[in-house]
């Protein structure tokens, strides 16, 4: 079965760029989605399709696909950045996701 | 707006049965899938399927075939997930969301989560 691998954990000064890789094989053939979701809350879709940011995400955060990774690159990272992020594909029908990235403000 | 809301908290004994509630409002229920997506305490995301909410079909992970049920009512434009024969370890929070426009899917609206106890 497909899988998805992240790094359990990733630090970032405020104000600095951070990235969260997400590998998983050929994923660069896929769309790669990611999701935010703070402690007690519901993931939150931050960018779709490779690359898209939804409606009302900040232009700070960003994304490519290619090869093996996916990446998320948060630009002038804030403390409210804080939370856990996960990578998400799709592949023969069924939904896989990473097994997420806790993202550290300090 | 444009939400789903969720029914709330349950506690079940193994075994037993848990069917929880998924009201969308603000959109045209049947243009957009939804998914149900549950998380384990302390645990990441794990997918259990799909219900298309216009014709009723169904596909579910493959893990949970046999145990799991997703049905609509277009009249109140609510999605049904029903989880057979529960676990300790089918304890968690139950996300229903919606499926977005696109070829591959992701998940653009997520409901408040429904937490799911299985405990004797």
């Known amino acids: 079965s497909y899988e998805l691998t992240q790094p359990p954990s990733v630090s970032v000064s405020p104000g600095q760029t951070g990235s969260i890789t997400c590998s998983g094989d050929?994923?660069?053939?896929?769309?790669a989605n990611w999701y935010q979701q703070k402690p007690g809350q519901s993931p939150v879709l931050v960018i779709y399709?490779?690359?898209k940011r939804p409606s009302g995400i900040p232009e700070r955060f960003s994304a490519f696909n290619s090869g093996n990774t996916a990446t998320l690159t948060i630009s002038g990272t804030q403390a409210m950045d804080e939370a856990d992020y996960y990578c998400?594909?799709?592949?023969?029908?069924?939904?896989?996701f990473g097994g997420g990235t806790k993202l550290t403000v300090l | 707006q444009v939400q789903l809301v969720q029914s709330g908290s349950e506690v079940k004994r193994p075994g037993a049965s848990v069917k929880i509630s998924c009201k969308a409002s603000?959109?045209?229920?049947?243009?957009?899938?939804i998914h149900w997506v549950r998380q384990a305490p302390g645990q990441g995301l794990e997918w259990m399927g799909i219900?298309?909410?216009?014709?009723?079909?169904?596909f579910f992970a493959l893990k949970l075939r046999g145990r799991v049920t997703m049905t609509r009512d277009t009249s109140t434009s609510t999605v049904y997930m029903e989880l057979r024969s529960l676990r300790s370890e089918d304890t968690a929070v139950y996300y229903c969301?919606?499926?977005?426009?696109?070829?591959?899917?992701?998940?653009?609206?997520w409901g408040r989560g429904t937490l799911v106890t299985v405990s004797s």
């Open positions: 969301t919606r499926g977005g426009l696109g070829i591959e899917w992701y998940f653009d609206l």
């Open positions: 603000g959109y045209s229920f049947t243009t957009y899938k």
């Open positions: 219900i298309d909410p216009g014709s009723g079909d169904t």
């Open positions: 050929k994923l660069g053939d896929k769309y």
């Open positions: 399709e490779d690359k």
């Open positions: 998400q594909a799709w592949d023969s029908n069924t939904v896989i």
